[in-house]
């Protein structure tokens, strides 16, 4: 196959959540990995429902992830294409004008499945003459546009589930055009594919059903532009559903990606949950989305829907953290005034200990700013403070001068170290103190083991 062109291909009714973003990072990392293209194409041609707030969340959502589309379009601006494809499927007999009602076309599937036959559209409205549409209009029907299926199995070779086909006959001739004139999913959809010459559509394994049609569609645009274009190749991944195996929906904001980012979660662990759950690679943190690009194989994932466990993303979201280098977080630590010659040691001294990436402007405070100490025993910490070592300290700083106390005192174990933590940090628990102290320095060790807010 050439460089891939995929796309991401978002309806701005809602915001995204961890299962769109599934399908847009295994697009562009996809193009990643084989220096193709990735498009952002907003399907906004539900005018009722889509919003501009809702395209703009989708793009800040997505530059958070790290996914950067090489172009973007909106199919609202592009409808003088789609009028032009009706119009070329309607001279060559392959779309017809239909004139049910929602309520006429309910009765005639109920008799269908009361007689155990399936409930596919009868083309009654082929066997309809001109003055039978004419008369229907003259009540005030207007027509329903369908889409004339060829009756024949289609097969296509899928990246993820692997040889794949559907007897058409099986199916209803699909409705592309509304009564109101308003445009269906399905034509402009495949009229864009063409016109951007999308080779390979990544989606949910929800659009199955729908490939058939779409082939069909492909192949009947394709004749009608002379044989130029191609059929693009599929890959239909698993599903993701909530923890409960819920479905997840962009109108309930259940995991959506604007929730995920205000909880303090990591972007790439985000990424990396939303690609790697569900596939036969396990679950990991990755330093950077090239890394998650190399291990992605959509060979590899599975076949069956699988749940998004929120407490197991939490848990990678703080393991990436912890092996983040200094260089992928000096912005992010600069934007919290944490800069200097100590951030680069702050941030490998505390990033094992962070749950999430704000915990370090708590720790920036620790060992630059001032806290009130805890004296747990003031008579053991005045005899600490009395021996602290001279500077300058480095990492060996901490088990000289704890030696020196334990010679003094005889204590070991947590009651020697526990009241010098509490006294120096005003934590019970976090960061080894043999790295944390020399970022204090003496003399607000000093004046913490005296119990002086420093």
């Not at 109101?180 to 399905?186: A, K, P, R």
Request: glycine fraction near 6%.
């Amino acid at each position: 196959m050439p460089h891939p062109i995929v796309r991401f291909a978002p309806s701005p009714t809602g915001h995204i959540h961890i299962g769109n973003a599934r399908t847009a990072l295994l697009n562009f990392l996809y193009a990643k990995k084989h220096r193709g293209e990735f498009i952002l194409r907003f399907d906004d041609t539900d005018l009722e429902r889509s919003r501009e707030e809702y395209a703009q969340a989708i793009e800040v959502d997505l530059a958070w992830l790290g996914v950067a589309p090489n172009a973007i379009f909106r199919q609202s601006e592009r409808i003088a294409l789609y009028h032009a494809a009706a119009e070329a499927l309607r001279a060559a007999g392959r779309l017809y004008p239909c004139y049910e009602t929602a309520e006429e076309l309910e009765r005639k599937r109920k008799r269908q499945q009361a007689r155990g036959q399936p409930p596919v559209y009868d083309r009654a409205a082929l066997e309809l003459s001109a003055a039978d549409r004419a008369r229907l209009e003259a009540e005030g029907r207007k027509p329903h546009w369908r889409f004339k299926l060829e009756h024949k199995t289609v097969r296509w070779n899928d990246l993820v589930r692997g040889e794949s086909h559907i007897d058409s006959a099986s199916l209803s001739d699909p409705v592309l055009l509304r009564e109101d004139g308003s445009y269906l999913y399905t034509l402009p959809s495949v009229v864009d594919d063409l016109d951007r010459r999308v080779n390979l559509i990544i989606r949910g394994e929800d659009h199955v059903t729908n490939t058939a049609v779409q082939i069909q569609l492909f192949e009947a645009l394709i004749a009608h532009r002379g044989g130029a274009g191609a059929v693009p190749n599929f890959a239909h991944h698993n599903l993701l559903s909530s923890a409960s195996g819920e479905g997840l929906s962009k109108r309930t904001g259940a995991l959506s990606i604007g929730s995920l980012r205000e909880q303090g979660l990591e972007s790439l662990a985000v990424a990396a949950a939303a690609v790697l759950i569900g596939s036969a690679v396990a679950l990991h943190p990755v330093a950077s989305l090239d890394e998650l690009a190399a291990a992605l194989d959509l060979g590899q994932i599975s076949r069956t829907q699988t749940r998004f466990d929120p407490a197991e993303l939490a848990n990678l979201s703080a393991r990436t953290l912890h092996g983040l280098s200094f260089e992928a977080v000096r912005d992010r630590l600069a934007a919290h005034d944490i800069a200097g010659y100590k951030a680069g040691a702050f941030w490998l001294a505390v990033r094992g200990n962070l749950a999430s990436f704000l915990d370090v402007v708590d720790w920036w405070r620790v060992v630059d700013g001032e806290i009130q100490p805890v004296a747990e025993d003031a008579e053991f910490l005045e005899q600490a403070r009395n021996v602290l070592p001279e500077e300058p300290w480095d990492e060996k700083s901490w088990a000289a001068w704890t030696k020196v106390l334990k010679d003094q005192t005889g204590r070991k174990g947590r009651a020697l170290f526990h009241p010098l933590r509490l006294a120096l940090t005003g934590q019970e628990t976090g960061p080894e103190l043999a790295v944390l102290l020399p970022l204090i320095g003496k003399v607000k060790a000093s004046a913490r083991l005296s119990g002086r807010v420093a």
